[in-house]
């Protein structure tokens, strides 16, 4: 010994060595990675048929994935294979708590998991004729390759029909919570009708004094339906009359005037808006196409000619444009604002 720390020998050192090899490769996943030459030669993008097939008979790769796919390559703890594969069976069948330790009850599980997935598979062989087997040991479940692969398309297909429930049962709710809302919405959109007895026939519906009265074809005819799934419209908001007859006391309005004579029209704009700029009078404009169309008439402004306009006309949607020494009033849509013109960004 030198001081405290013992002397480690080459035999130890070799033990504790091994001991840390086979604790990595009991505690991992490990994978064979068997590497062929493609050549002899070496040359890059040519494969020879007779080195290959020697390499792999000689590192015996066929024997090999032939007892992968009919033994059992693939184990599970009992507590893994529970938690991973639990929804194949009823939740109620079920008898282990987890956390409680009472280990005999998840192989009780393992195995009534095991017997579900054996009714629900369809045939014996599994992918690609796969072998479908499993082995319940001591500690671990031993499964095929076939079986892996099965359970997990038994274990997708039985999300997907549970996940599929799961939203229908949401939807039908929420839309069952929403029904007397919208029900109550359809029936104030709803026209009231009524029947006048008094009419020598009895489908004829009278719906007010601003109704037209069609021919007889006409009212026996039903009315449409809306469309299945079609919201119906929102009712519109109304104005309480309390807040409107204080709204104009405070500002001096007299409520009767204002509800047998309507407040003038603005006056038109001295200026027109385009984009985020302000425009005034006058502006250079384009014609866009002809004016008048058919080419009748005193002044013709022609395509691609540029006017000046100097105000908005008298009729909606016109401006006035000068041509010549005369006036005219032109639609805004055959004119076009020609470009670099100044404005006020608003």
Known sequence: ?????????????????????LRTLVHAKPHFIRCVRA???????????????????SLQVLETVNLMAGGFPHRMRF?????????????KQLVYVPGSGQDDKVIEDCRLLLDYFGRAIDDHNGPGNLTINWAIGTRHIFISEG?????????????????????????GWHLRRRWPGLQRQLQLCTPTRIINPHAPNSNTVSQGPGSNHLGGSTRNRPRPQPIAGTPPPEAPDKCDPKAIQQTCSRFGLDLAALQE????LPPS?????????????????????SYP????????LLKGETV??????????????????HVIQVPYQYLELKPAQIGVDI
């Open 39 to 57: 050549n002899a030669q070496e040359i890059p993008e040519r494969f020879d048929r007779l080195v290959v097939g020697h390499q792999i008979r």
């Open 261 to 264: 004579r309507p407040p003038p």
């Open 147 to 171: 079986a892996r692969q099965k359970l997990e398309k038994v274990r997708m297909r039985t999300r997907e029909r549970a996940s599929t429930l799961i939203q229908s049962v949401w939807r």
């Open 1 to 21: 010994q030198n001081g405290d720390e013992p002397v480690s020998t080459l035999t130890q050192d070799f033990h504790t060595r091994l001991d840390n090899l």
């Open 79 to 91: 507590k893994a294979f529970r938690a991973r594969y639990k929804l194949l069976a009823p939740m």
């Open 293 to 300: 169309e058919d080419g009748t008439g005193d002044e013709v």
């Open 269 to 289: 704009r001295s200026y027109t808006i385009t984009g985020n700029t302000k425009l005034g009078y006058p502006q250079t404009r384009v014609m866009k196409a």
């Open 308 to 325: 000046v306009v100097i105000g908005a006309g008298h009729r909606r949607g016109y401006l006035m444009v000068e041509h010549k020494g």
